[in-house]
């Protein structure tokens, strides 16, 4: 067993992504940011649908046709395949944690 | 956006079951848990996989052959299918959060 929110590892200089768990058709990723944001002329536009959860600390996500939304521990949405989207904040002076479900396509 | 965290349903009668979603192959599902336990005479037996993450609250999980294990937010643990497993507490004073991953044959 292990704890999502412990031992968290040093993402100051950049985010931090792991397979937690792949089977047929979904992949679990935890992603540790730390002030990082997506550059604005780069917008994640992937092929499969992802679902996020936010775990710790606090973020603002843009997704196309939806604007900009504060995200709080506890928050999820769905992000459906070729929706754009973006992180426009995460906090600098901790870390924010994030639960991703990627579905098939992976 | 929806947060599930916030605004809990009422599990002191009984535990409350939400499928989140569901697509080929997973889904996932919030539990909401006020104090119960699965029967010892009728553990849990499922023919998929599971993957299981604490969100708020406290319990303990028994799992055949790994014995009782103490979960606080954060923990997170895989149960293969056909590992016979069950709740032996959780806390009567406040809600209890759990996400659960199940993948396939659901």
Known sequence: ?????ADLPD???????????AGPGVRIE?????GQVTPEAAPFDQAHDEW?????????LWLDGQG??????????SI?????HRV?????DRETVW????????
């Open 99 to 106: 639960l991703a479900v990627h579905f098939a396509d992976h």
């Open 88 to 92: 426009t904040w995460t906090p600098e």
């Open 30 to 34: 935890r992603i540790v940011s730390r």
């Open 1 to 5: 067993m292990r704890n999502l929110l």
């Open 11 to 21: 993402a100051r200089g950049a985010e931090c992504f792991e397979t937690l768990l």
């Open 80 to 84: 459906p395949a070729g929706v754009r």
């Open 52 to 60: 996020v959860l936010l775990l710790a600390g606090a973020a603002r």
């Open 68 to 77: 900009d939304v504060a995200l709080a521990p506890g928050d999820c949405l």
